[in-house]
């Protein structure tokens, strides 16, 4: 069964590793109130996981190659912006 499971992106230093079933597919990302988070289609019905790192960055600051671009947030007066990095 597919579904739409949400991931916290808080609690921790960066980046953020979330265990996410295989596959998983990354469909918002935004704020669960004041937590940042991301909101992935996952199939129910996979056997694995895969550990995925999240990194999350100011407006001007440098973002490593390699980095997935995920979505942005805006937490005045300041804008972040969240990359899945390896």
């Known amino acids: 069964m597919r579904t739409i499971w ?8 960066l980046p953020v590793a979330v265990d996410i079933p295989t596959g998983g597919e990354i ?3 935004g704020l669960d109130g004041t937590t940042p988070a991301i909101w992935v289609e996952v199939d129910t019905d996979s ?10 960055f100011g407006t001007g600051q440098e973002i ?6 995920v979505g942005t947030f805006f937490a005045a007066p300041y804008v972040w912006h969240i990359h899945e990095v390896q």
């Open 6 to 13: 949400k991931y916290s992106l808080a609690g921790g230093p």
């Open 27 to 29: 469909k918002h990302f």
């Open 47 to 56: 056997p694995a996981t895969t550990r995925r790192l999240f990194d999350i």
């Open 64 to 69: 490593p190659a390699g980095a997935k671009y």
